[in-house]
């Protein structure tokens, strides 16, 4: 039988992977260890592919490319005479200046959505008598986690509960849909004060539900209905109400 393939949009491209990497193990881009950088990398690809999550092929040709440069880096070296001058180029040396750019591009890219948000907050009118004590309602932060810390718990989730072993991939007739997780999650949030576990949402051993559950959460979040929020980089992910 056919696994439960599913395509998700929030994926934003390896290069965006491998910069939340080096964000979150504080790594100098300009001295990545590779060995560290593939074998994150190799988990996130295999947890996507746990869930028969539709990987672009982009990230799968990365996976080869840090392979690659992994063996390079592991290959001695040739003894130069001392009095030569010939440079020996670093096999990182592409991938660096790619994830310079990229790095560029993406701050480029939060600094101008930023200048969007405040001049959509501007509006021109006549000036009027404005009441005393009126107070504005207070702005509800969202939690900056991304796809990939989710995935990292979801990951964390498997080694804890031993879930090693193939997931169940048939399919049952009166499997729920997205949106009726979607209800589900929203109730257990509201009957739960101060969040929830990530993995107190995963209840059900089958391929089906843990897809459908996190395809949820990620539709929730989207609609600005729930976000997820980390104390502290790798720790415990927790799952919030917007209306807390």
Not at 108 to 133: C, D, F, M, S
Request: net charge negative; charged share 30%.
């Amino acid at each position: 039988m056919q696994g439960y393939y599913v395509k998700l949009d929030s994926f934003e491209g390896p290069l965006d992977l491998l910069l939340h990497l080096i964000n979150q193990y504080e790594i100098d881009i300009y001295d990545i260890p590779v060995a560290v950088i593939t074998e994150q990398y190799m988990q996130y690809i295999h947890t996507m592919k746990q869930l028969e999550l539709n990987i672009a092929s982009e990230y799968l040709v990365m996976a080869a490319t840090l392979v690659e440069i992994k063996s390079q880096m592991l290959l001695p070296k040739p003894e130069l005479p001392e009095e030569t001058e010939e440079y020996m180029e670093d096999p990182r040396e592409e991938l660096m200046q790619r994830l310079i750019e990229y790095r560029k591009y993406k701050e480029a890219a939060v600094q101008l959505k930023q200048k969007e948000q405040e001049a959509n907050q501007i509006y021109t009118r006549p000036p009027i008598q404005l009441e005393e004590g009126i107070t504005s309602p207070p702005t509800v932060v969202q939690g900056e986690t991304s796809i990939y810390d989710m995935l990292s718990a979801l990951r964390k989730m498997f080694e804890r509960k031993k879930w090693d072993a193939p997931l169940e991939t048939k399919i049952e007739r009166n499997e729920i849909s997205i949106n009726e997780r979607m209800e589900e999650v929203l109730k257990t949030l509201h009957a739960t004060q101060g969040g929830i576990l990530f993995d107190h949402l995963f209840t059900v051993y089958s391929r089906s539900h843990i897809v459908v559950t996190f395809i949820a959460i990620l539709e929730l979040m989207k609609k600005n209905k729930v976000y997820c929020k980390q104390e502290k980089q790798l720790a415990e992910l927790y799952v919030f109400s917007m209306e807390e």
